[in-house]
């Protein structure tokens, strides 16, 4: 509760959280580096960390083995001392670019290994992109300083409007020309980032090229015949590569592969074609990565019997037996349908009629506004009652939460958004959904898995968990 606080005040700017110099106290050696030799120092550290800790698809971090190994406790002050000595001004510019790529996607890592416990999200840290620095020759960076002041030519934050680097400042000179390519390689530590790797300065444009088309054929899904999904990157820097949304989306269009998905966001372009933009803030950590927490992803409907057996039988005893070790998240929606109507608003068909709807559309409103454990409360109380979709009333009154916001929302075009988003969630797995519910592991799940989960999920957690041993996995 007092994290969430410190966040609000840093939101209206009453509050700063402390700056963090991950390498002020790197201990001085008599080491010394030309700016081109740390250049590739920094691609050959990044090298060695990905090849060993990264997973195979790069998409995800085994944080805990990284901070456990001697990779990490011998060689991670070193490289703090070199970069201390380092003037990047002394880089040409493609020194520079791969550089702070470099460095950028190191920092963030850095960073999550610093904190006590890792995060669900870096989101969710107060102020995560301008809190946590290195120390570069004179020079003082954060990872907003790198990314906005440095890689994107000193443009303005996408969401505060300002800018790095003041007139007068004299990290100034380090600024390079913009590039949106930069876009498919910067990592900020969640799922929907692109692929952690290394860059290296002699073939630095071709990398780039490459890793921005892999951005943007990841980036654009078909989730159904109606609607595309797009990575909200291509929403929050559309300047960045085109001057309207439109022409972002014809952009778009000419970067990606599929030639159905190019002419569905050509048609997008018109207003022919549905999308709506979407990012998964997860922690992109391996099982065990995150302190060895588990992330488990339930998704239901509201009037499922299989889900209400579910929730009785395997998911509630779980929760209360291992929620210190579980990331859990629930995705109310299951094989319903929503279709968008062109007035802000949808038309929703689901498995068991118009009522589980509804109690879909009420789970959603409360998973937008309440702390995961009072939503299994929640969601566990109207799960186990004889007609879930209509008890959120009374198992509001019984778990201690506010119903009229909930009932508000659940009568609202709002409400309805929500829930589409749901959906859009439910019709992107893959494998596609064949039963419900459905429930992922890590971001995965085929039916051996969840012919596991539905019969002893704590067990399937407990195998599944790397971190210290457990009181109630043993």
């Known amino acids: 509760m007092f994290a969430k606080f410190l966040k609000l005040l840093s939101w209206v700017g009453l509050w700063r959280a402390p700056m963090v110099v991950l390498n002020d106290n790197a201990p001085a050696i008599n080491l010394t ?14 090298d060695v960390l990905v090849d060993n800790f990264v997973s195979e698809d790069r998409q995800k971090v085994s944080y805990l083995a990284l901070e456990q190994s001697t990779f990490y406790k011998r060689n991670f002050d070193e490289f703090g001392s070199l970069l201390k000595k380092v003037d990047p001004l002394q880089m040409n510019d493609t020194e520079r670019k791969s550089f702070f790529i470099n460095l950028y996607n190191l920092l963030t890592i850095h960073s999550l290994l610093h904190m006590d ?13 301008q809190r946590y620095y290195y ?3 004179r020079y003082t960076l954060h990872l907003d300083d790198m990314e906005h002041g440095i890689l994107r030519g000193n443009r303005p934050h996408p969401t505060s409007g300002d800018i790095m680097f003041k007139r007068n400042d004299p990290r100034l000179a380090l600024t390079l020309p913009a590039d949106p390519r930069i876009h498919g390689a910067l990592n900020c530590g969640a799922l929907s980032c692109p ?6 300065s002699s073939h630095l444009d071709q990398e780039l090229d490459d890793a921005l088309r892999g951005f943007c054929n990841k980036g654009v899904k078909a989730v159904s015949d109606s609607t595309l999904l797009i990575n909200s990157i291509f929403d929050w820097f559309r300047g960045d590569f085109a001057v309207s949304e439109a022409l972002t989306l014809r952009w778009l269009a000419n970067c990606v592969d599929d030639p159905a998905i190019s002419e569905a966001l050509l048609k997008a372009a018109e207003d022919q074609h549905y999308f709506t933009y979407h990012y998964d803030w997860t922690l992109n950590a391996v099982s065990g990565g995150g302190r060895g927490r588990v992330k488990v992803t339930v998704y239901f409907e509201s009037l499922c019997s299989d889900s209400m057996k579910f929730f009785k039988d395997q998911l509630y005893p779980t929760w209360r037996d291992l929620q210190d070790i579980m990331d859990l998240e629930f995705v109310p929606f ?6 968008p109507t062109g007035t802000g608003d949808y038309e929703m068909e ?27 409360e929640l969601f566990h ?6 007609y879930p979709a209509f008890t959120g009333e009374q198992c509001s009154r019984e778990v201690g939460v506010d119903w009229a916001p909930i009932d508000e929302c659940s009568k609202s075009t709002v409400g309805s958004g929500l829930l589409y988003k749901n959906g859009v969630r439910t019709s992107s797995l893959k494998p596609r959904v064949y039963f419900i519910p459905t429930v992922t592991i890590d971001g995965h799940y085929n039916r051996n898995q969840l012919r596991t989960s539905l019969g002893d999920l704590k067990t399937q957690i407990c195998e599944v968990y790397q971190g210290p041993p457990h009181q109630n996995c043993l």
């Open 381 to 386: 109380c109207m799960m186990t009652k004889p």
């Open 117 to 129: 416990s890792l995060p669900q999200s870096t989101l969710s840290v107060t102020d995560f992109w």
């Open 350 to 376: 689901c498995q068991h009629g118009p009522n589980e709807c509804y109690g879909n559309k009420v789970m959603t409103c409360a998973q937008n506004s309440l702390t995961i454990a009072t939503q299994m």
């Open 334 to 339: 299951g094989k319903a349908t929503a279709t």
């Open 135 to 137: 120390k570069v020759g």
């Open 33 to 46: 580096t030309t700016p081109t030799q740390m250049v590739d120092m920094t691609a050959r550290f990044m």
């Open 195 to 200: 692929p952690l790797t290394w860059y290296d």
